[in-house]
């Protein structure tokens, strides 16, 4: 079973939607991320928790809100889609406590608001 | 600040070629971590390496290879014969320690590797 998982994997929605998009880890990492890739573009860093009552934002969080619901779930949310928010969204997590910290990330979610 | 730079897009190759990925960056960190992660066509990010500022060897694993030279601040990763299961876009990444900032992931735009038969 994969470390790091994300539903749904695939989403089309409509302009003004809110959406939820879920991840999950059994690698009893502390610390979570969210990132979105835009094409030609690296990854972007919306939201990061170090645990589960720390919870900051990253370089793009407008228009996005997050959920740390326990150490292994962090839940990414648009509350009200637009266009430019089409994407492939990452989660991704690290164990936290030093400088070495590599992050593993999940398999991706590809959101498409039309 | 901290930035990475890819400056090859695309390279494109025939199987068994050689082939570099130049990857530069900027800091002013003392102490930093490189990272190289592949992105299949499938789509997800898979990580290939971490090397610390303080560990200039090189590293070989199998048919890749890291050559990190602080003097030029590059981070360079070759495939060595390559193979059409190498295709991908591969990204090079950045994290510092100064102000807490070690959570913190730089990446470059990524470079897309197509390996023909």
């Known amino acids: 079973d994969a470390d790091v998982t994300q539903t749904p994997r695939n989403r089309i929605t409509k302009t003004g939607k809110r959406i939820m998009l879920e991840c999950s880890q059994t690698k009893g990492h502390d610390r979570m991320y969210w990132y979105r890739q835009d094409p030609g573009l690296g990854l972007q860093l919306i939201y990061y928790?170090?645990?589960?009552?720390?919870?900051n934002k990253g370089e793009i969080s407008d228009g996005y809100s997050v959920s740390r619901q326990a150490q292994a779930k962090f839940s990414l949310s648009l509350e009200s889609a637009i266009p430019n928010q089409t994407a492939l969204y990452f989660c991704?997590?690290?164990?936290?406590?030093?400088?070495?910290?590599?992050?593993?990330f999940g398999p991706g979610t590809r959101l498409t608001v039309l | 600040a901290q930035k990475v730079t890819q400056a090859q897009t695309e390279i494109s190759v025939v199987e068994k070629e050689d082939v570099t990925l130049d990857c530069v960056y900027e800091t002013r960190d003392t102490t930093y971590y490189l990272f190289w992660y592949k992105q299949p066509p499938s789509g997800e990010l898979v990580f290939l390496i971490r090397r610390n500022s303080f560990d200039e060897q090189n590293e070989i694993s199998g048919r890749y290879s890291w050559n990190f030279q602080k003097s030029t601040s590059s981070f360079n990763f070759t495939i060595t014969a390559s193979q059409v299961v190498d295709s991908a876009v591969y990204f090079c990444?950045?994290?510092?320690?100064?102000?807490?900032?070690?959570?913190?992931?730089?990446f470059g735009k990524g470079t897309l590797l197509t390996v023909n038969p």
């Open positions: 991704a997590t690290s164990e936290g406590g030093s400088s070495t910290d590599t992050q593993y």
């Open positions: 928790s170090f645990d589960v009552k720390d919870i």
């Open positions: 990444a950045l994290s510092g320690n100064s102000g807490g900032s070690n959570y913190k992931l730089t």
